[in-house]
C-alpha cells in the first residue's frame, strides 16, 4: 500500500493565477490559449487564457520525491495534456469529480464541492490540498473527519504559488510522523 502523502493540485489559482491585476509580476510565465474539449462544449468558438510557469514543474518535481502528485482540479484528465505538459510533469493520477454542476451553480454549502472527494480519495493516508478557495468550514470538516494528518494549502488566485509555498509543503511533509 502506498503510504506516502498525497499531494492534490489545483490548477486555477495556484498554477495559473487567474485573478492577477495588470500591477502582478508574472516573469517565469507563459500565456496560452487553450481550448479543453470540456471547456468547449459547453462554451463553443471559446478558449481560456491560462497562464503557467514551468518552475513551478521543477519545483513540482521536487515535492514527487516525497508526495504522489494528484490533480484535484476541474481540469480532471485534462489536467495532463493542457497543464502538466507546459510544466514538463508526467502523467499524473486525477481525481475524479464527475461533471462540473458547480460552474453553473455558485457554492451554496459552506463546505467546498470537492472536501468529500478528496478526503475519499486520500484514504487514510497524510495529504496536503494546495487550492485557492477551501474556508475555514473545509479545514475543520477534514480534522474532524480525516485520520491522517493534512495540511489545507491556500494560495490566493492573484499571486499563485510562490518559493514559500514550496518550502512550506516541504517542511510539511518533512515532519509527518
Ligand atoms: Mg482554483
Sequence with gaps: MDTRPV??????GPLNPFAAGPEQDLSGYGSHRMEPPSWTARHPGRSLLVRLNPAHGAELLRLAGTYELVWGTTWQDEANSFIGTVL???PLPHVH???VPFLAAPRAAPLHWK?????????RRPFAW????PTDADTVFVRERHPAPA???GVDPARGLGGADFTALA???????
Design 7 to 12: 499531494l492534490f493540485l489545483d490548477v486555477d
Design 88 to 90: 514538463g510533469l508526467p
Design 151 to 153: 495540511l489545507l494549502h
Design 171 to 177: 517542511e510539511w511533509a518533512a515532519a509527518l510522523p
Design 130 to 133: 494546495v487550492d485557492d478557495e
Design 115 to 123: 472536501t468529500r472527494t478528496l478526503l475519499a480519495y486520500a484514504g
Design 97 to 99: 469529480f464527475g461533471p
